[in-house]
């Protein structure tokens, strides 16, 4: 069975941070890149980060460049989102998903190109 289990998520005040985790199993790792996505309500869902874990290249969308930074323990199997300096407009359902390393560079922001979701863990971030 593929599982994408998030954790790490909560309440924090503006300017705190954050490490989120996304423990995979049930695929073959090294196959795929892991995204982090978010989701605010009433928004869209949003790609900001991507490791491929097999070379270890990283992706960021603008908005969280110099922010955000993503890692992966292969040995666990297991990425990592570190959040910093946190802003009101960061408070989301944040999501870890996989794709198809192949697919990474024409669509690594693209979440109909993932084929497998986390159930997401919240981050609330306080002004």
């Known amino acids: 069975e593929v599982q994408l289990v998030e954790s790490g998520g909560g309440l924090v005040q503006a300017g705190g941070s954050l490490r989120l985790s996304c423990a995979a199993s049930g695929f073959t790792f090294d196959d795929y890149a892991i995204g982090w996505f978010r989701q605010a309500p009433g928004k869209e869902r949003e790609g900001v980060s991507c490791?491929?874990?097999?070379?270890?290249?990283?992706y960021y969308t603008d908005s969280v460049k110099g922010r955000f930074a993503i890692s992966s323990d292969n040995a666990k199997n297991t990425v990592y989102l570190q959040i910093n300096s946190l802003k009101p407009e960061d408070t989301a359902v944040y999501y870890c998903?996989?794709?198809?390393?192949?697919?990474?560079?024409?669509?690594?922001?693209?979440?109909?190109?993932?084929?497998?979701w986390g159930q997401g863990t919240q981050v609330t971030v306080s002004s």
């Open positions: 998903a996989a794709v198809r390393r192949k697919l990474l560079r024409l669509w690594v922001f693209t979440p109909s190109r993932y084929a497998y």
């Open positions: 490791i491929n874990t097999s070379d270890g290249s990283t």
